[in-house]
């Protein structure tokens, strides 16, 4: 029921900025919280930003904190993350995910923790 389809990606040199966008069906917004992760090759899927449905309430991977920000436009059903400062490390492909659950212990930082993905968007910082 819900998708996801995340669009920003692209090339671009160290030091320099990109933003991410992940358009929610009708009323995927609304969902209990979204995130962002991150895979690059031959590694894990890991966390790097979550946002709550309210927006008041956001998250941070330690190694994104200060350059990255998650936010949302519920009007618009859109999820963005501005990346800042963007290092070689930051290259992988990059997906946003909802979860219609409430918090029952599980941590927004896990996978587990979300049921709906979108497709990737390709990020690739150059020194």
């Known amino acids: 029921q819900v998708q996801l389809v995340e669009s920003g990606g692209g090339l671009v040199q160290a030091g320099g900025s990109l933003r991410l966008s992940c358009a929610a069906s009708?009323?995927?917004?609304?969902?209990?919280?979204m995130g962002w992760f991150r895979q690059a090759p031959e590694k894990e899927r890991e966390f790097v930003a979550a946002?709550?449905?309210?927006?008041?309430?956001?998250y941070y991977a330690d190694s994104v904190k200060g350059r990255f920000t998650i936010s949302g436009d519920n009007a618009k059903n859109t999820m963005y993350l501005q990346m800042n400062s963007l290092k070689p490390e930051d290259t992988a492909v990059y997906y946003c995910?909802?979860?219609?659950?409430?918090?029952?212990?599980?941590?927004?930082?896990?996978?587990?923790?979300?049921?709906?993905w979108g497709q990737g968007t390709q990020v690739i910082v150059s020194s």
């Open positions: 995910a909802a979860t219609i659950t409430p918090y029952s212990g599980v941590p927004l930082t896990t996978r587990q923790r979300y049921q709906y």
């Open positions: 009708r009323g995927s917004f609304s969902s209990r919280a």
């Open positions: 946002i709550s449905w309210s927006g008041r309430d956001t």
